[in-house]
C-alpha cells in the first residue's frame, strides 16, 4: 500500500508543478496581442476578422455555427465511408442514427463509442473525422473558457474577446505542439502510428493472425490531452496497442489533469488574482482526492462474496490483491484506480479498466464524479463549472446574511443568477429525465446483459456519461439501437451546449459591471474558508439531486454485497 500511495503522491506532485508552468503559457496564449503567420494565413482562409470583438451573444452564435458546420462534416463522412477510396478492410458506413451519435460525440468532446473503433471506421474516419473532431471539440473548450475569464476579468466592457482568435491559439499554440511531443513518446513506448489497415502474424503456434493497425500514437495524444477520451480500439486504454506500458498509463493520467488543472492559474493570472486561482486549483484537488481514496480503498479490500470461496484478495510481491476482475495486470489496483478517479473527474472516459468490473463504492465514484462535473472537469468547461458553482455559493452565503453577494468585485443579481441556474439545472433534468425515459421503454430491457440494481446503473451511467461528456461507460448495455443512439446523443449536445452558452451569458454580463469596493461584510472568495464552503456547496446540491438514483443503483448494489446476496 505504501508503494501506491507513493505513486499517487508523484503523479499529483507532477500535476501541481505542471500547473505554474503550462498556467503562465496560457494566459500569454489568451493575452497575446499579436498573431502569427499561420494564425493570419487561417483567419484569411476562413474568412474573419482577428480583430472583431464579440459580444456575449456573438461570441456564444459563433461557437455554436462553427461546431454545428464541423458536427455536420463528421456526419457526412461517416455516412459515405464505404464508398470513400482507402480501406482494403472495406468497411461499411455508419446508419442514420449512429452516424449522429458518433458526430455529436465527437463534437461534444464526448466521445461516447456505441461502435467498436477497429471494426467500424476505417483510418480515413479515423483521422478526418475522430482526430479532427477530437482536436476542435477541445479547442472549442479552450475557446470558451478563454472568453470566459475575459468576461470575469473586465469591467465596463461590451466584448468578451474573439472566438476565432481564442479557437485558433488553442490548436496552434497548446494543442498541436503538446500532442506531437506526446506522440513521438506513444511510439517510442510502443504505441503503433501507421497508414497500414492490418498486419497478418505469424503466432508462435504457428497460426496467422490479424492485426488491426492505423494512426493510434496520434490519436492517444489528443484523445488525453483534449480530454475526449474515445479509443482506436474497443477495448480503449485496456488494449496494449493504446497503452502498452505503466509509463504510457502515467502518461495519459497526467495528460488528461494538465491543461483543466493549470487553467486555475491562467485565471489567476489574467485576472489578476492569483490566490484566486489557487483557491479553484484547492477545491478540484480536495474532491478528487476524495474520491480517488474511496476507490482505491473499495478496490483494494476486494470483494467479500469471494473471500469464503476461498479467493486469496491479499496484496503481495507475486499478485496486486483486491477486487482485480477487469483490470489489466500490469497496471494493478493503484494505477487503475486513479485512471477511474481521473479519467471522470477530467470528464475524459477514457478506460484501462473495466468500470462494470468495479466494487459498487468503486463504481459509484465514475458516477458521482460526472455527476457533480466540477473535479477538474473538461478542457475549459470544467473551470467554467467550478465557477458557476462559486457564484452559486457567494449568492447562498450573500442570502444568508442579507447582502448583496459579490463575486470578483461585482455585485451578483437576478440576471446572471437566473443563468448560473440554467446550468446548474440542465445537468440533472437531462441525466434524470432521459434515464426515467428509457427505463419505461420495454425495449431497454433487451439491451440489458444484467437485470436489478445492476442493469440500472447501467442505463444511469450511460445519460450520466453523455449529458457530462465523459464517454465512458458500464459495459453491459447494448447502446446501439435507433432509441439510445438518438438519445445519448441529445443528451451529449444539451449537456454541452445547454451549460457552456448561459455561463458565456454570464460572463458577458459581469464585463460589462463597474466593480465595488470591498466592504467589511464582503465575503473573500480566495480563502481557505471559501474553499471548504465551494467543496460543500458542490457535494450538497450535487449529492442532494442525484442521491435517489444512487440509492437504485450503486448503493443498493454495495448493501446487497455486505449482505452476501448476488445482484
Known amino acids: 500500500m505504501t508503494q501506491d500511495i507513493t505513486q499517487f503522491v508523484?503523479?499529483?506532485?507532477?500535476?501541481?508543478?505542471?500547473?505554474?508552468?503550462?498556467?503562465?503559457?496560457?494566459?500569454?496564449?489568451?493575452?497575446?496581442?499579436?498573431?502569427?503567420?499561420?494564425?493570419?494565413?487561417?483567419?484569411?482562409?476562413?474568412?474573419?476578422?482577428?480583430?472583431?470583438?464579440?459580444?456575449?451573444?456573438?461570441?456564444?452564435?459563433?461557437?455554436?455555427?462553427?461546431?454545428?458546420?464541423?458536427?455536420?462534416?463528421?456526419?457526412?463522412?461517416?455516412?459515405?465511408?464505404?464508398?470513400?477510396?482507402?480501406?482494403?478492410?472495406?468497411?461499411?458506413?455508419?446508419?442514420?442514427?449512429?452516424?449522429?451519435?458518433?458526430?455529436?460525440?465527437?463534437?461534444?468532446?464526448?466521445?461516447?463509442?456505441?461502435?467498436?473503433?477497429?471494426?467500424?471506421?476505417?483510418?480515413?474516419?479515423?483521422?478526418?473525422?475522430?482526430?479532427?473532431?477530437?482536436?476542435?471539440?477541445?479547442?472549442?473548450?479552450?475557446?470558451?473558457?478563454?472568453?470566459?475569464?475575459?468576461?470575469?476579468?473586465?469591467?465596463?466592457?461590451?466584448?468578451?474577446?474573439?472566438?476565432?482568435?481564442?479557437?485558433?491559439?488553442?490548436?496552434?499554440?497548446?494543442?498541436?505542439?503538446?500532442?506531437?511531443?506526446?506522440?513521438?513518446?506513444?511510439?517510442?513506448?510502443?504505441?503503433?502510428?501507421?497508414?497500414?489497415?492490418?498486419?497478418?502474424?505469424?503466432?508462435?503456434?504457428?497460426a496467422k493472425q490479424q492485426l488491426i493497425m492505423g494512426p493510434v500514437a496520434s490519436l492517444e495524444s489528443i484523445k488525453h490531452i483534449g480530454t475526449n477520451g474515445g479509443g482506436f480500439f474497443g477495448m480503449n486504454a485496456a488494449h496494449p496497442f493504446e497503452n502498452p506500458t505503466p509509463l504510457t498509463n502515467t502518461l495519459h493520467i497526467l495528460s488528461m489533469l494538465l491543461i483543466s488543472s493549470a487553467l486555475t492559474y491562467t485565471f489567476g493570472s489574467i485576472s489578476l488574482r492569483r490566490r484566486q486561482g489557487w483557491a479553484f486549483f484547492a477545491a478540484f484537488l480536495v474532491m478528487f482526492i476524495g474520491f480517488l481514496t474511496l476507490v482505491y480503498g473499495s478496490e483494494h479490500n476486494g470483494n467479500p462474496l469471494l473471500s469464503p470461496m476461498g479467493v486469496d484478495q491479499t496484496q503481495t510481491a507475486f499478485q496486486a490483491g483486491g477486487n482485480m476482475e477487469g483490470k489489466e495486470l500490469r497496471f494493478g489496483i493503484a494505477q487503475t484506480s486513479m485512471f477511474v478517479t481521473t479519467t471522470t473527474a477530467a470528464t475524459t472516459g477514457s478506460v484501462d479498466a473495466m468500470h462494470s468490473s468495479l466494487t459498487p463504492l468503486g463504481g459509484l465514484v465514475p458516477l458521482a464524479e460526472m455527476m457533480l462535473n466540477n473535479v477538474f472537469g473538461g478542457k475549459g468547461v470544467g473551470f467554467i463549472n467550478i465557477v458557476t458553482y462559486a457564484i452559486l455559493t457567494v449568492f447562498l452565503v450573500g442570502m444568508m446574511i442579507g447582502r448583496t453577494p459579490e463575486f470578483l468585485g461585482k455585485k451578483v443579481e437576478a440576471r446572471e443568477m437566473k443563468y448560473v441556474m440554467i446550468a446548474v439545472l440542465t445537468h440533472p433534468f437531462s441525466i434524470l429525465g432521459f434515464t426515467a425515459l428509457a427505463c419505461l421503454m420495454p425495449a431497454t430491457l433487451n439491451s440489458l446483459a444484467n437485470m436489478g440494481p445492476h442493469g440500472f446503473s447501467e442505463v444511469l451511467y450511460a445519460y450520466t456519461s453523455g449529458t457530462a461528456n465523459n464517454g465512458s461507460a458500464f459495459a453491459g448495455l447494448n447502446a446501439n439501437t435507433p432509441f439510445f443512439n438518438t438519445t445519448i446523443g441529445l443528451a451529449m449536445l444539451i449537456g454541452r451546449y445547454f451549460t457552456l452558452l448561459p455561463m458565456l451569458a454570464v460572463a458577458g454580463v459581469m464585463a460589462a459591471k463597474k466593480a465595488v469596493p470591498e466592504g467589511p461584510g464582503t465575503l473573500s472568495t480566495a480563502t481557505p474558508l471559501f474553499t471548504g464552503l465551494l467543496v460543500f456547496v458542490v457535494l450538497v446540491v450535487g449529492g442532494l439531486t442525484f442521491l435517489p438514483a444512487l440509492a437504485l443503483g450503486p448503493i443498493v448494489e454495495h448493501l446487497l454485497m455486505l449482505a452476501g446476496a448476488t445482484f
Open 10 to 206: 508523484l503523479i499529483l506532485a507532477i500535476m501541481t508543478g505542471l500547473v505554474v508552468v503550462l498556467g503562465k503559457y496560457m494566459t500569454h496564449i489568451f493575452t497575446s496581442p499579436t498573431h502569427s503567420f499561420i494564425e493570419r494565413s487561417t483567419y484569411r482562409i476562413l474568412g474573419v476578422d482577428p480583430s472583431e470583438a464579440m459580444s456575449w451573444k456573438r461570441y456564444g452564435m459563433v461557437l455554436l455555427l462553427s461546431n454545428a458546420a464541423m458536427m455536420l462534416v463528421g456526419y457526412i463522412v461517416l455516412r459515405l465511408q464505404q464508398y470513400l477510396p482507402g480501406d482494403p478492410l472495406q468497411r461499411a458506413s455508419q446508419t442514420p442514427d449512429l452516424a449522429f451519435n458518433t458526430a455529436a460525440s465527437f463534437i461534444t468532446n464526448t466521445n461516447w463509442q456505441s461502435y467498436s473503433g477497429e471494426t467500424s471506421l476505417s483510418n480515413f474516419s479515423q483521422m478526418a473525422v475522430i482526430t479532427f473532431l477530437m482536436m476542435v471539440s477541445a479547442a472549442t473548450g479552450l475557446g470558451a473558457v478563454g472568453g470566459f475569464m475575459r468576461g470575469l476579468s473586465r469591467k465596463n466592457a461590451a466584448d468578451i474577446g474573439n472566438f476565432w482568435v481564442d479557437f485558433t491559439r488553442a490548436i496552434y499554440r497548446l494543442l498541436l505542439p503538446v500532442c506531437f511531443i506526446l506522440a513521438l513518446v506513444h511510439v517510442w513506448q510502443g504505441v503503433p502510428q501507421t497508414l497500414s489497415a492490418d498486419a497478418v502474424v505469424t503466432t508462435l503456434e504457428g
